[in-house]
C-alpha cells in the first residue's frame, strides 16, 4: 500500500481531491464547495417552511463528511427569519440504499418527527424516500429529502430526488 513517506518522499507532483488541507499529506488539495452545498440545502429547506430537520449523516470518518455536518450546523445557527429551524436529530447511516431506509424509518418513527431529511449521499436519500412511503408518507408533501452527489440514481426515483450538484470540473 502506499506510505506517507512515498506519497511525499519521491519528488512526484502529487494532488489529493476532497482532502483535508491541513492534514499535510500532500503538496496541494483541490476541494469541491461542500459546505456551500450544504448551506444551499439548508436554505431550499428553510424557504419552503420546514423548520424540524434530521441529518441522515455518512458513518464514515472522512473529512468530507465532516464539512457536511459542520456546514449544517452553521447554517442552521444563522438567521433564517422567522422560527429558526432545528436539527431534531442526527442519524449516523452506511452508504447504501439498505442503510438510507433503515436510517429514516427510525427517523420518521421518533417524535418529533423531522419535515426534512438532509441526506449525506443520493443513495442514502433514495432509502429515505422508500421508507417514507412505507410509512404512508408522500415525498415531498409529508417530508422532504434531500441528497448528495447528483448521482444518475437521483433522477431514476419517483419523485426525482432534490440533489446537490458538486460540479467538479
Do not use: Y
Request: hydrophobic share 45%.
Amino acid at each position: 500500500g502506499l506510505r506517507d513517506g512515498g506519497l511525499r518522499g519521491d519528488g512526484l507532483p502529487l494532488v489529493m481531491l476532497d482532502s483535508d488541507p491541513e492534514g499535510g499529506r500532500a503538496a496541494a488539495t483541490v476541494n469541491l464547495a461542500i459546505a456551500d452545498g450544504m448551506r444551499a440545502t439548508v436554505a431550499h429547506l428553510t424557504a419552503l417552511g420546514h423548520r424540524r430537520i434530521a441529518h441522515l449523516a455518512a458513518a464514515v470518518g472522512s473529512w468530507t463528511f465532516g464539512v457536511r455536518a459542520r456546514a449544517l450546523a452553521e447554517a442552521l445557527g444563522e438567521g433564517h427569519g422567522g422560527e429558526a429551524p432545528v436539527l431534531v436529530r442526527t442519524r449516523p447511516t452506511g452508504l447504501s440504499v439498505t442503510d438510507g431506509l433503515a436510517a429514516a424509518t427510525e427517523a420518521l418513527t421518533r417524535e418529533p418527527r423531522p419535515t426534512a431529511l438532509i441526506c449525506d449521499d443520493d443513495l442514502v436519500a433514495a432509502g429515505a424516500c422508500k421508507a417514507a412511503r412505507r410509512l404512508g408518507l408522500r415525498v415531498p408533501e409529508d417530508v422532504s429529502v434531500t441528497g448528495f452527489d447528483d448521482l444518475a440514481l437521483a433522477t431514476a426515483v419517483e419523485p426525482e430526488l432534490t440533489t446537490v450538484r458538486l460540479p467538479a470540473q
